[in-house]
Structures are given as structure tokens and as C-alpha cells.
């Protein structure tokens, strides 16, 4: 008797049929791509003694269109990518470029200083700093005596 499972869910969660669909699934959640309208720029974050480095990839984009928040330790960084269909006489054959509406979000550490951050939008990157506290120690190793 060969069974075959319909559902894919089980109590919530994802239960892959294949090993194959396994893979299709977690290569779909590691990329950002567009769905219903929506993309998830990608974002490279740094840090050295002085501060907090955010940059975000956001090609073709004007600034104007880009919407960033503080709210209770968590930056946010949203806005809209808007698809121009009206360019005369072009018949477009493939899309492959992300477009939609975006938000990203990052809890910041206790000793960023929300009093110093500052944003630049330079050829398609937007680069976030933020400042750390002097004085304000978040980690520290304790002796055991």
C-alpha cells in the first residue's frame, strides 16, 4: 500500500515530503526575493570601538522613498521600490529586479547612542552609523576567584 502525504504541515510547521523539497525551502528563506510585492534588501552590519555600521542595498531607489524609525531600541528601515512600466515602446520579456515595499529591522545594542545616528543614501546603499556610548560597557569578562 503506497501512501502519499497531501498535507504538508504538521502541527504548524513545515514537514518537506522530499529531501529535495527540503533544500527548495531553505534556499527560498535565504535569499531575499519579491513576493506579493514585497523585498527584503540585503543588510552588511559591522562594528568597531567607535560604533555600529548598518548597510543596507537598496539600488534604484530614490532617498525620498526611504522612511527610517526609532522605536524603543529598534531601528526600522522601510519604504517602497517602484517598478516604472512606462517607458514607451518597451515590451518587457523578464523581471528579474525586486520591487515592492520593504522593511527591515534591528534591535540595537544597550550602548548605542540613539542621540548619534546618522544616515547617507550613496549609489544604491543606504549606510547607517550609530555612535556607541563612551563609558557604557555591554559585555565583560568576570574573574572567578
Known amino acids: 500500500m503506497n501512501t502519499t502525504i497531501k498535507n504538508a504541515n504538521y502541527n504548524g510547521r513545515f514537514v518537506p515530503r522530499t529531501y529535495s523539497d527540503l533544500f527548495d525551502v531553505f534556499l527560498k528563506d535565504s535569499f531575499p526575493e ?11 552590519i559591522s562594528e568597531d570601538d567607535k560604533g555600529y555600521y548598518v548597510n543596507l542595498t537598496i539600488p534604484g531607489i530614490n532617498k525620498e522613498d526611504i522612511k527610517i524609525e526609532l522605536n524603543e531600541g529598534v531601528l526600522a528601515v522601510s519604504g517602497e521600490k517602484k517598478f516604472n512600466k512606462e517607458e514607451n515602446g518597451k515590451k518587457y520579456h523578464t523581471v528579474e529586479s525586486s520591487y515592492g515595499v520593504f522593511k527591515r529591522s534591528f534591535k540595537l545594542p544597550e550602548n548605542a547612542n540613539v542621540e548619534a545616528i546618522e544616515a547617507e543614501y550613496k549609489d544604491g546603499i543606504l549606510a547607517i552609523t550609530i555612535a556607541k556610548q563612551e563609558g557604557k560597557v555591554v559585555k565583560s569578562t568576570i574573574q572567578i576567584k
Do not use: E, R, Y
Open 34 to 44: 519579491s513576493k506579493n510585492g514585497n523585498f527584503l534588501p540585503s543588510a552588511d
